[in-house]
């Protein structure tokens, strides 16, 4: 069987292949079997592997355990691809690593066959079954809750298993699909470590664990409802793709991530520049009226934005979160004559329009539950909980994606609607289609929906939203191409989702809006420019009421949306930098452009500093020998804070890349929730 020997930087050609494999083979100790049964690609307890086998189900009972044995492989200068056959149980694994050279990451790809003549029932399929290097002790995990996802763990890699398992039916809140293994205390900058992500909406389950003999191994897959995947005589079925990369410091695995999202996974349009969108959702909820609604998309205008967005809220019986979805036609109580003079309004502005969906809903208050409540995912003779009022449309119907499609293209065409905000709010709880589970069915439907959708209306651009981040992963965002972050816009509690939004997503996806002074989310107040600085780290956005801001707020919000014009022309094709810190309250990240002559670094107080002054901030990725002017905003409004500002930033200078990135810049004294922005450009 197939093993992997290594996974990291790029060795020398390796000569003698007999001689590493002497090299590599195993011990066998005592009071254990008499062979040894080393981590192999699709490992299976059949030939006596104690750790996660790649596969778990049956045949009738019978066949619980697989064993498998090469059949063939296919190679060419990119790929390889393993098939495996086990005969007896009459199954074919197949296992394809695709390495993209430009950006180092693995593409990993499954499929199992069943072979035989009867069903097989599958209980587990993993995606991949990776070995971890010897000298990696700790997992990052990236877990989180609704207004704050994306959020960093430590776990130690040790005798027991860390193991997470997703069963919300969607991406979810709580657990990204993906973990980064390392050396101990791996960093921005420095440890190897190994990053997976998982590109897959539903439910998965992966583990990190070390086992008796030693080695430790990382398994990522579909986690499988019981019941839910009985393979038909003939069937094939795909796990979800897993992407790997090996890196030197988070900062090279992110930077391997973001280039790969962008060349292979991303839809077309997001290559192109990323406009600033305003929202409604904050500003009004519910509470539509077309005369609000049109002075808001002119507050809007006045402040930079370049898109309105209209979200929950418009659509037949939508008048609070109890009723409506389903029901996907304008409400002619609210508008008695459609969406026109709204987007008549916003397009005479020179702005695009956008609209909010949620088409994977239905509540049970609705024209479209009334006439098919048979529609939902559900199991007889049960109630199913609903969450916001809520309940799920069985997108494994043909019949339910048809309705969606039409409902939505029906709109599209009407109103030449440039960008939708797809949301999805609720987990999966009781999710049957004719009594059976079927949660892989509805992701596979909504990929389905959304692909239809995509290859009708190529332009047509589609934002990822679950509540905020529930649903960020590559198998949506071959779809979609932008992500809601999160529903919290408190700019502080945003660094740390952002920064773990970043490790896997470019910043030109990551929706990040300039929200209220103080947060309707978690009742912080914050200053204008702090809440502008940190939306900067991503697509650029109001969510405020921008009807209700003061002369000087709408000047200094377009001053921010100037600046992020000036950057979004290099950003998509940018590098990530973070820049460690001593103190874990002082946020410092930029980004580089390709050529390294332009950059611009968020410089954020989270909360107190330990120290009087702020510890000297180095930038990073910048050519050494290229001289750099440093511009600062946003010092003036600090002054106050200290009896003197370092003299570069009221003087500007010109200083090489060299000495920034290894002097770095003394800072002024930042209280708690300030923020600067530097932007540092070739001279
Ligand atoms: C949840 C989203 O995350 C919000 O931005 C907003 O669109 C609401 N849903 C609307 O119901």
């Known amino acids: 069987m197939p093993r992997i020997l290594w996974f990291g930087h790029i060795l020398p050609q390796i000569d003698d292949e007999n001689s590493l494999l002497s090299l590599c083979d195993v011990a066998v100790p005592q009071a254990k079997l008499d062979a040894a049964v080393p981590l192999s ?113 430590r776990s130690v890699i040790s005798a027991t298993q860390l193991r997470i398992k997703n069963m919300s039916g969607r991406t979810s809140h709580e657990y990204f699909p993906g973990c980064v293994v390392g050396q101990q205390h791996f960093n921005a900058e420095h440890g190897q470590l190994m990053g997976v992500h998982l590109g897959y909406s539903g439910n998965y389950e992966l583990t990190v664990e070390r086992l008796t003999t030693g080695e430790a191994c990382l398994q990522v897959g579909l986690a499988i409802l019981p019941g839910e995947i009985n393979l038909a005589p003939g069937a094939v079925i795909d796990a979800p793709a897993l992407f790997a990369c090996a890196a030197d410091g988070l900062n090279q695995m992110t930077q391997r991530f973001h280039q790969f999202a962008r060349r292979h996974v991303l839809p077309q349009w997001t290559r192109t520049p990323r406009p600033i969108h305003a929202n409604s959702w904050e500003a009004l909820y519910f509470d539509h009226d077309e005369h609000a609604l049109l002075a808001l998309v002119d507050a809007a205008a006045s402040a930079g934005a370049e898109r309105f967005v209209l979200d929950d809220g418009w659509f037949h019986g939508r008048r609070d979160d109890t009723s409506g979805l389903g029901d996907w036609w304008v409400d002619k109580t609210v508008y008695p004559k459609g969406l026109h003079t709204l987007v008549a309004h916003i397009r005479n502005l020179g702005l695009e329009f956008g609209l909010w969906f949620e088409p994977e809903m239905v509540n049970p208050v609705s024209e479209l539950y009334k006439n098919h409540p048979d529609w939902v995912l559900q199991v007889a003779g049960r109630n199913t909980p609903l969450a916001r009022n809520q309940l799920v449309l069985n997108l494994g119907l043909v019949a339910v994606r048809d309705y969606l499609y039409k409902s939505i293209a029906a709109l599209v065409d009407e109103y030449k609607i440039d960008y939708i905000k797809w949301d999805m709010n609720r987990d999966l709880v009781l999710p049957g289609s004719s009594g059976k589970a079927g949660v892989v069915e509805q992701v596979n439907g909504v990929y389905e929906l959304l692909d239809r959708l995509q290859s009708a209306y190529p332009n047509l651009e589609i934002e990822s939203c679950s509540s905020g981040g529930a649903r960020a992963d590559y198998g949506i965002l071959a779809r979609t191409g932008r992500v809601w972050t999160s529903d919290c816009i408190d700019p502080i509690d945003r660094l740390s989702i952002q920064r773990g939004f970043g490790l896997f997503f470019p910043p030109e996806i990551m929706g990040a809006h300039v929200g209220h002074d103080v947060a309707h989310l978690t009742g912080r107040a914050t200053n204008l420019q702090t809440r502008a600085i940190v939306a900067l780290q991503g697509q650029y956005g109001y969510e405020l009421d921008a009807r209700n ?135």
């Not at 990052?140 to 809750?145: E, I, V, W």
Request: include cysteine; hydrophobic fraction near 45%; charged fraction near 20%.
């Open 549 to 683: 801001i003061t002369d000087e707020e709408r000047q200094q919000l377009m001053f921010y949306a100037e600046r992020y014009k000036q950057y979004r022309a290099w950003v998509a094709e940018s590098s990530a930098w973070v820049v460690p810190t001593r103190d874990a309250a002082l946020f410092v990240q930029g980004q580089v452009s390709l050529d390294r002559a332009s950059s611009f670094w968020t410089i954020v107080a989270s909360s107190s500093l330990e120290t009087n002054l702020p510890e000297r901030v180095r930038l990073l990725g910048l050519a050494e020998d290229k001289p750099y002017r440093v511009i600062a905003t946003g010092w003036e409004a600090l002054r106050s804070f200290g009896k003197h500002t370092p003299d570069w930033m009221v003087n500007e200078v010109v200083v090489s890349g060299a000495e920034l990135m290894n002097i770095g810049l003394n800072l002024p004294v930042m209280p708690a929730q300030s923020a600067l922005l530097l932007d540092c450009s070739q001279a």
């Open 41 to 153: 690609i699709v490992p299976d307890s059949g030939s006596g592997f104690m750790g996660p086998a790649a596969l778990e189900g049956h045949r009738a009972g019978v066949h619980f355990a697989c064993a498998f044995q090469m059949e063939h492989l296919e190679q060419s200068a990119s790929s390889i691809r393993f098939v495996l056959l086990d005969a007896v149980a009459e199954l074919r694994m197949s296992v394809e690593f695709v390495l993209d050279s430009e950006s180092s990451v693995l593409k990993i790809h499954s499929q199992l066959e069943n072979t035989g003549s009867s069903e097989f029932s599958l209980h587990k399929l993993a995606s991949a079954t990776l070995p971890i290097a010897d000298t990696f002790t700790e997992c990052l995990t990236l877990n989180g809750r609704w207004g704050l996802e994306f959020q960093q763990h």
